[in-house]
T-cell receptor, first 116, second 115 residues
Framework: AQSVTQLDSQVPVFEEAPVELRCNYSSSVSVYLFWYVQYPNQGLQLLLKYLSGSTLVKGINGFEAEFNKSQTSFHLRKPSVHISDTAEYFCAVSAAGGTSYGKLTFGQGTILTVHP | DAGVIQSPRHEVTEMGQEVTLRCKPISGHDYLFWYRQTMMRGLELLIYFNNNVPIDDSGMPEDRFSAKMPNASFSTLKIQPSEPRDSAVYFC?????????????FGDGTRLSIL
């Protein structure tokens, strides 16, 4: 089974500042990793994903994340945030094969609030 | 392309009533997921289907909950009888499999309030 821990429930930041949202995972098998964003009253949208290859992955809206296998982490970063980035962000993991194939386990979410 | 479509968007009903939530996945997607989101428990997977067959229903909280997928373009989540603690936002998501774990595409959710 897989589990995900998002280390911060809320992250306040000023506009144009950099931000990092932290995610650690636990799994006994190889994994795929995802970050999703949820705006108010909407479903989740995919920001980026790591399946294999380069450990630095770039997503939409200027976000990027780095997969660190030794640290079992997949932290999300953006060098300069905008007011419109205010939302809740979810880290998710799935097993790369096996009986749980296709099933995502989500973290508890991190609310990012960007202040002017 | 149309995304995942859920209906209704909002549902308010009294305790004890039957509630049916509906989902139309993206055409061609062969996985369909039902989630429940609450402040206390976050996002929980209730059940998921592959090619219309339920694969894992271990997240379904009680026998009051049931889900069906009669064909590739339609699924329902039913609660009977409903209770106030079932109040939550319910999401449907679908994904495509091509050998890698493809991202799930979410609907906008059904906000359910049981009075």
């Amino acid at each position: 089974a897989q589990s995900v821990t998002q280390l911060d429930s809320q992250v306040p930041v000023f506009e144009e500042a950099p931000v990092e949202l932290r995610c650690n995972y636990s799994s006994s098998v190889s994994v795929y990793l995802f970050w999703y964003v949820q705006y108010p009253n909407q479903g989740l949208q995919l920001l980026l994903k790591y399946l294999s290859g380069s450990t630095l992955v770039k997503g939409i809206n200027g976000f990027e994340a780095e997969f660190n296998k030794s640290q079992t982490s997949f932290h999300l970063r953006k060098p300069s945030v905008h007011i419109s980035d205010t939302a809740e962000y979810f880290c998710a993991v799935s097993a790369a094969g096996g009986t749980s194939y296709g099933k995502l386990t989500f973290g508890q979410g991190t609310i990012l609030t960007v202040h002017p | 392309d149309a995304g995942v479509i859920q209906s209704p968007r909002h549902e308010v009903t009294e305790m004890g009533q039957e509630v049916t939530l509906r989902c139309k996945p993206i055409s061609g997607h062969d996985y369909l997921f039902w989630y429940r989101q609450t402040m206390m428990r976050g996002l929980e997977l209730l059940i998921y289907f592959n090619n219309n067959v339920p694969i894992d229903d271990s997240g379904m909280p009680e026998d009051r909950f049931s889900a069906k997928m009669p064909n590739a373009s339609f699924s329902t989540l039913k609660i009977q009888p409903s209770e106030p603690r079932d109040s939550a936002v319910y999401f449907c998501a679908s994904s495509l499999t091509d050998g890698f774990n493809q991202p799930q595409h979410f609907g906008d959710g059904t906000r359910l309030s049981i009075l």
